[in-house]
């Protein structure tokens, strides 16, 4: 019976929230400069949410991790969640008013 712990059963862990980031980043680089201005608006606006989520999920509650000495603890996750979402919402009010 495996250990909890082995490399064997942690292969994998959080994978799929930066591919689905990754694939988003795509479709943006790809779909956005096809779109009229207020096309891009909505869409990135539209976008941004599926990327705050992500991120929510890979900062704040990663879960259990092998030896995780270097994740942040619950109130400095918060705060790093706060501060990386409040520069894409600046980003994407900045977008809005001057695109």
Do not use: T
């Not at 956005?32 to 608006?41: E, R």
């Not at 999920?57 to 259990?64: A, K, N, S």
């Not at 092998?66 to 409040?86: E, H, I, M, Q």
């Amino acid at each position: 019976m495996a250990h909890p712990s082995s490399p064997r059963a942690q292969r994998g862990y959080l994978l799929e929230v930066p591919l689905i980031l990754a694939v988003i980043g795509v479709v943006v680089a790809i779909v956005l400069p096809k779109l009229p201005p207020l096309g891009q608006k909505i869409f990135l606006s539209i976008m941004a949410v599926p990327v705050l989520f992500g991120l929510y999920y890979m900062i704040v509650i990663p879960g259990w991790m092998p030896n995780d000495r270097g994740r942040l603890r619950p109130p400095w996750s918060l705060l790093v969640f706060v501060v990386v979402a409040g520069l894409i919402a600046f980003g994407l009010v900045m977008f809005i008013i001057n695109g």
